[in-house]
């Protein structure tokens, strides 16, 4: 997992010069007075990873333009911003900068590897930064934005899609074997072959045996084995004029079937219908808004313009008036938003729509089978002719109805209104069986005719059964595999939200009571909220005096609210981070009191000991806690951020930055403020050296505490080592030291003091023969109490090969 | 907490993994499926007509 080894910010928002952080993937604490650009840092590494820094988008500041603000105010229109970050994997180091084209701001990024723009991507999602403003984001906001943002981070919307595919399948199957009515096809059919056979026929074998029963008249040669069979004995009939009326017996008892068939499918129809319906008069009261989808592609374009940064000017893209742009981009994405509810009710009504019109073209397909037989346009059967003519007028209709634009009619016929008159139906029928009868008296007595007529009439019938069985056994087999797949599905996805919210309630507990135990808020739990079997939305409930409590802001403080933001924030590294092992804390603790503070960093150094972590803050208490917490650990680095007119925010100088200064300065022979930067270097050596061998000092309060000079230390210095059997060794250069012109009070870091460069060289060579007195060159440490030898009574470096007899 | 929180996708794939296991679901409707998610393409209209395909196959094979 990733972690930053070096960040070097150069005219970017607070920072004119440089800024440079040499971490080796080191974490940093870092102080810094409100206004000393402290905060430029996340700024810095917000932009590198996400293209804009949220704060700024809505601050007054922001008001001259999104990249512009970025830039330094000081630097000039040819100089570039820049954040240069290298990081564990080197083919990610990167450089991004801004610089001025023409007034107008122009990105480059360095790296544009696949691979750098694969996981800057993938980093986008991920909780790397947490400023105080954003700490309470997560709790205020609503159920519905909570499973959004939640969904959004472990990619739960995926998951919800498919399962919307799932369970749509399952219900266009359940739809289409209520729709088709298959019992009620059958059982007509079956009817069917009752009337012709006089016999209930259950299987193929009874068919078979019953066939070669009513045959057995006609002497044939051959018995029926086999449904086949019955086919070529239909062929043996001789086409006679007479077997026209056996043709139109099977028509009209086709009819009779289509139309019982009908009933079950205009019934079916209504209902979709009835839903359309509903669907439409529920849009049609939101019609304005429905109105605004049209501009849907327009705004989403416009909206990729303007975050592809394509056009950089505070102006719109479409009507080039003068606009904040990072304000264009907030208001068309809650335009956007807006749509979203609307875009799924229309989706909706489009589906149910696509259902009425399948449901249409599946009695066209009844009818056109009625249309296209050659005795429909026989003389006699005007009947049959009347009905398609109106079942044909009611389909249109219907249509007609499907095609009313919901935005400029915004009116449907109520299902009452599209009522087919089923009495058609039955006259239809009626007069099919009537037709029936008539031919039928007019083949009795005619042997052949008669065994012709129930063969043909039953083996169509027959025939339609075993179609209609086969089909009912397939979607029921179809129905069956996606309800188990569909409801193994639900429980998947059931049971991994559930495993994760415990999971991650689990740690939001944990880390809430450990800056806050013994208080009366426990068990803090992520519940989901369900509606139809649908995920509707996230709440944070919590025990409050032993009593079940939601939402938290209802029964917190803005300081336990706080620590509830920094514990999800905790817990949301945890879990969603899996690129980047580091993560920022800019300024968070200001509503903390000093336990609560402690807590924290407390929580900090036990939990997330591998991560790198930044913390920032201008609250000294606060910073010194954690200073105290980190001295010695070398896992971590601290400064100090400052501000002045020539640098901007920069870093205090650490005595290794100092030390290649001073020693850069004597080989050019440059004095120039030699002098004050030795001076500081010896300070932070002596303040050093106070701290591991335990030089007291008189106590002042923390600022001035700083403000500690050489003398002082060198004074207690000399008293401590006195004490000592090697006092001897110290004693000269010490001495030596305090007689120096460069010791003196306060004042002597005016510009006043203007030593030569041979005075520096010969004091510097002091300042490195002290250091080398109490720091071992070899392991780079100095000689410290918590490395004493109570055997041997000696003081010694951190790898103990260097020390000295020593009184503790 | 890393190893026990799974990703969407990684919910998605471990799914469509075994859904030749559940038991009594008919082998060819849940390849089919895998397959489709698998290519990318499991959506309503892509399921709704391999459903059709399916049903007409077998309806053409046995009767």
């Given at each position: 997992m990733i972690k930053i080894k070096s960040l070097c910010i150069k005219g970017f928002r607070g920072v004119k010069k440089e800024l440079s952080l040499e971490l080796n993937f080191k974490s940093a604490l870092l102080f810094g007075d409100n206004g000393s650009g402290k905060s430029s840092i996340t700024d810095a590494i917000e932009w590198l990873y996400k293209d804009s820094v949220r704060h700024l988008s809505s601050d007054e500041i922001d008001r001259k333009g999104g990249l512009t603000a970025l830039?330094?105010?000081?630097?000039?229109?040819?100089?570039k911003s820049s954040v240069e970050i290298s990081f564990t994997d080197g083919s990610l180091d990167s450089q991004k900068s801004i610089s001025l084209k023409k007034s107008n701001p122009e990105v480059e990024n360095s790296n544009n590897s696949d691979a750098f723009v694969e996981y800057i991507e993938s980093s986008k999602n991920e909780n790397l930064i947490l400023r105080y403003r954003d700490l309470t984001d997560f709790v205020l906001s609503t159920k519905k934005e909570k499973l959004d943002s939640l969904s959004k981070v472990i990619g739960f919307a995926d998951v919800s899609n498919i399962r919307g595919v799932l369970k749509k399948a399952v219900n266009e199957v359940k739809s289409s074997l209520k729709s088709k009515n298959y019992d009620n096809e059958i059982s007509q059919r079956e009817g069917q072959i009752m009337t012709s056979l006089n016999e209930r026929v259950v299987s193929e074998e009874q068919y078979v045996n019953k066939i070669n029963e009513i045959i057995k008249p006609l002497g044939l040669e051959k018995d029926v084995t086999k449904l086949e069979d019955i086919d070529n004995i239909l062929s043996l009939f001789k086409k006679s004029d007479d077997s026209v009326v056996i043709e139109q017996r099977a028509y009209y008892s086709d009819v009779i079937s289509k139309i019982n068939d009908l009933q079950n499918r205009i019934n079916n129809l209504l209902d979709l219908y009835e839903k359309y319906y509903q669907s439409f008069q529920k849009i049609v009261q939101d019609v304005e808004t429905l109105k605004k989808i049209a501009l849907n592609k327009l705004w989403t374009e416009g909206l990729n313009v303007l975050k592809g940064s394509i056009i950089e000017k505070d102006e719109c893209p479409l009507c080039f008036q003068k606009k904040d742009r990072e304000e264009l981009i907030k208001e068309i994405e809650l335009r956007l938003k807006t749509l979203e509810s609307i875009k799924k009710e229309k989706s909706q009504l489009d589906e149910t729509k696509k259902s009425v019109e399948d449901a249409l073209d599946e009695i066209k397909n009844v009818i056109v089978g009625v249309q296209t037989n050659k005795y429909f346009s026989s003389k006699g059967n005007q009947d049959i002719r009347d009905f398609v003519k109106s079942i044909t007028e009611y389909i249109s209709s219907i249509s007609q109805e499907l095609g009313v634009d919901i935005l400029k009619e915004q009116r449907i016929k109520t299902r009452d209104k599209i009522i087919f008159d089923m009495a058609k139906l039955n006259e239809t029928s009626v007069f099919c069986q009537k037709r029936n009868e008539v031919l039928l008296s007019q083949i009795k007595g005619s042997k052949i005719l008669e065994i012709q007529d129930k063969i043909t009439l039953s083996r169509q019938a027959y025939h339609d059964i075993k179609r209609l069985k086969k089909e009912k056994e397939v979607l029921e087999k179809q129905k069956s595999s996606l309800e188990i797949i569909y409801n193994a599905f639900v429980q998947k996805q059931k049971e991994e939200l559930e495993a994760f919210i415990n999971v991650f309630s689990k740690e939001i507990d944990e880390y809430y009571q450990y800056m806050?135990?013994?208080?009366?808020?426990?068990?803090i739990e992520i519940k989901i909220t369900e509606k139809e079997d649908e995920l509707t939305g996230i709440t944070l409930e919590f025990q409050f005096f032993d009593k079940s409590v939601s939402p938290p802001q209802k029964y917190l403080s803005e300081s336990h609210l706080n620590s509830l933001g920094i514990a999800l924030f905790l817990t949301s590294v945890k879990a969603f981070n899996k690129e980047n092992h580091f993560f920022i804390l800019d300024?968070?603790?200001?509503?903390?009191?000093l336990n609560h503070r402690k807590r924290l960093s407390d929580l900090l150094m036990e939990k997330f000991l591998d991560y790198q972590i930044f913390v920032m803050t201008h609250e000294r208490n606060w910073f010194d806690y954690m200073k105290n917490l980190v001295r010695g650990k070398v896992d971590w680095i601290i400064n100090v951020v400052n501000w002045n007119e020539s640098k901007g925010a920069h870093l205090n100088e650490t005595l290794v930055d100092l030390k290649r200064i001073i020693e850069q300065r004597l080989i050019d022979n440059d004095k120039t403020g030699l002098g004050n930067i030795i001076r500081i270097y010896l300070e932070g050596l002596l303040k050093e050296i106070s701290e591991e061998i335990e030089v007291y000092v008189k106590y002042r309060s923390n600022e001035i505490n700083e403000d500690r000079m050489s003398n002082e230390l060198l004074s207690e210095l000399k008293s401590k080592t006195n004490k000592q059997p090697c006092k001897d060794i110290f004693g000269p250069i010490i001495d030596k030291m305090i007689s120096s012109v460069f010791i003196g009070n306060k004042d002597s870091h005016d510009s006043s003091f203007d030593p030569s460069i041979g005075e520096c060289r010969a004091f510097w060579q002091d300042v490195l023969e002290l250091e080398k007195l109490f720091r071992h060159d070899v392991c780079n440490t100095i000689i410290s109490t918590k490395y004493y030898d109570k055997v041997e009574k000696k003081i010694r470096c951190k790898c103990g090969n260097f020390s000295y007899d020593w009184k503790n | 907490m890393d190893k026990r929180v799974k990703s969407g996708k990684e919910i998605l794939d471990d799914f469509f993994n075994n859904i030749l296991a559940i038991p009594n679901v008919e082998e060819k409707l849940a390849s089919q499926i895998k397959k489709m998610y698998e290519e990318g393409k499991l959506t309503n209209i892509n399921l709704s007509n391999k459903l059709t395909s399916l049903k007409e196959e077998e309806i053409n094979d046995k009767n």
């Amino acid at each position: 997992m990733i972690k930053i080894k070096s960040l070097c910010i150069k005219g970017f928002r607070g920072v004119k010069k440089e800024l440079s952080l040499e971490l080796n993937f080191k974490s940093a604490l870092l102080f810094g007075d409100n206004g000393s650009g402290k905060s430029s840092i996340t700024d810095a590494i917000e932009w590198l990873y996400k293209d804009s820094v949220r704060h700024l988008s809505s601050d007054e500041i922001d008001r001259k333009g999104g990249l512009t603000a970025l830039r330094n105010i000081f630097i000039a229109d040819i100089e570039k911003s820049s954040v240069e970050i290298s990081f564990t994997d080197g083919s990610l180091d990167s450089q991004k900068s801004i610089s001025l084209k023409k007034s107008n701001p122009e990105v480059e990024n360095s790296n544009n590897s696949d691979a750098f723009v694969e996981y800057i991507e993938s980093s986008k999602n991920e909780n790397l930064i947490l400023r105080y403003r954003d700490l309470t984001d997560f709790v205020l906001s609503t159920k519905k934005e909570k499973l959004d943002s939640l969904s959004k981070v472990i990619g739960f919307a995926d998951v919800s899609n498919i399962r919307g595919v799932l369970k749509k399948a399952v219900n266009e199957v359940k739809s289409s074997l209520k729709s088709k009515n298959y019992d009620n096809e059958i059982s007509q059919r079956e009817g069917q072959i009752m009337t012709s056979l006089n016999e209930r026929v259950v299987s193929e074998e009874q068919y078979v045996n019953k066939i070669n029963e009513i045959i057995k008249p006609l002497g044939l040669e051959k018995d029926v084995t086999k449904l086949e069979d019955i086919d070529n004995i239909l062929s043996l009939f001789k086409k006679s004029d007479d077997s026209v009326v056996i043709e139109q017996r099977a028509y009209y008892s086709d009819v009779i079937s289509k139309i019982n068939d009908l009933q079950n499918r205009i019934n079916n129809l209504l209902d979709l219908y009835e839903k359309y319906y509903q669907s439409f008069q529920k849009i049609v009261q939101d019609v304005e808004t429905l109105k605004k989808i049209a501009l849907n592609k327009l705004w989403t374009e416009g909206l990729n313009v303007l975050k592809g940064s394509i056009i950089e000017k505070d102006e719109c893209p479409l009507c080039f008036q003068k606009k904040d742009r990072e304000e264009l981009i907030k208001e068309i994405e809650l335009r956007l938003k807006t749509l979203e509810s609307i875009k799924k009710e229309k989706s909706q009504l489009d589906e149910t729509k696509k259902s009425v019109e399948d449901a249409l073209d599946e009695i066209k397909n009844v009818i056109v089978g009625v249309q296209t037989n050659k005795y429909f346009s026989s003389k006699g059967n005007q009947d049959i002719r009347d009905f398609v003519k109106s079942i044909t007028e009611y389909i249109s209709s219907i249509s007609q109805e499907l095609g009313v634009d919901i935005l400029k009619e915004q009116r449907i016929k109520t299902r009452d209104k599209i009522i087919f008159d089923m009495a058609k139906l039955n006259e239809t029928s009626v007069f099919c069986q009537k037709r029936n009868e008539v031919l039928l008296s007019q083949i009795k007595g005619s042997k052949i005719l008669e065994i012709q007529d129930k063969i043909t009439l039953s083996r169509q019938a027959y025939h339609d059964i075993k179609r209609l069985k086969k089909e009912k056994e397939v979607l029921e087999k179809q129905k069956s595999s996606l309800e188990i797949i569909y409801n193994a599905f639900v429980q998947k996805q059931k049971e991994e939200l559930e495993a994760f919210i415990n999971v991650f309630s689990k740690e939001i507990d944990e880390y809430y009571q450990y800056m806050h135990p013994g208080e009366k808020m426990e068990n803090i739990e992520i519940k989901i909220t369900e509606k139809e079997d649908e995920l509707t939305g996230i709440t944070l409930e919590f025990q409050f005096f032993d009593k079940s409590v939601s939402p938290p802001q209802k029964y917190l403080s803005e300081s336990h609210l706080n620590s509830l933001g920094i514990a999800l924030f905790l817990t949301s590294v945890k879990a969603f981070n899996k690129e980047n092992h580091f993560f920022i804390l800019d300024d968070i603790i200001s509503s903390f009191d000093l336990n609560h503070r402690k807590r924290l960093s407390d929580l900090l150094m036990e939990k997330f000991l591998d991560y790198q972590i930044f913390v920032m803050t201008h609250e000294r208490n606060w910073f010194d806690y954690m200073k105290n917490l980190v001295r010695g650990k070398v896992d971590w680095i601290i400064n100090v951020v400052n501000w002045n007119e020539s640098k901007g925010a920069h870093l205090n100088e650490t005595l290794v930055d100092l030390k290649r200064i001073i020693e850069q300065r004597l080989i050019d022979n440059d004095k120039t403020g030699l002098g004050n930067i030795i001076r500081i270097y010896l300070e932070g050596l002596l303040k050093e050296i106070s701290e591991e061998i335990e030089v007291y000092v008189k106590y002042r309060s923390n600022e001035i505490n700083e403000d500690r000079m050489s003398n002082e230390l060198l004074s207690e210095l000399k008293s401590k080592t006195n004490k000592q059997p090697c006092k001897d060794i110290f004693g000269p250069i010490i001495d030596k030291m305090i007689s120096s012109v460069f010791i003196g009070n306060k004042d002597s870091h005016d510009s006043s003091f203007d030593p030569s460069i041979g005075e520096c060289r010969a004091f510097w060579q002091d300042v490195l023969e002290l250091e080398k007195l109490f720091r071992h060159d070899v392991c780079n440490t100095i000689i410290s109490t918590k490395y004493y030898d109570k055997v041997e009574k000696k003081i010694r470096c951190k790898c103990g090969n260097f020390s000295y007899d020593w009184k503790n | 907490m890393d190893k026990r929180v799974k990703s969407g996708k990684e919910i998605l794939d471990d799914f469509f993994n075994n859904i030749l296991a559940i038991p009594n679901v008919e082998e060819k409707l849940a390849s089919q499926i895998k397959k489709m998610y698998e290519e990318g393409k499991l959506t309503n209209i892509n399921l709704s007509n391999k459903l059709t395909s399916l049903k007409e196959e077998e309806i053409n094979d046995k009767n």
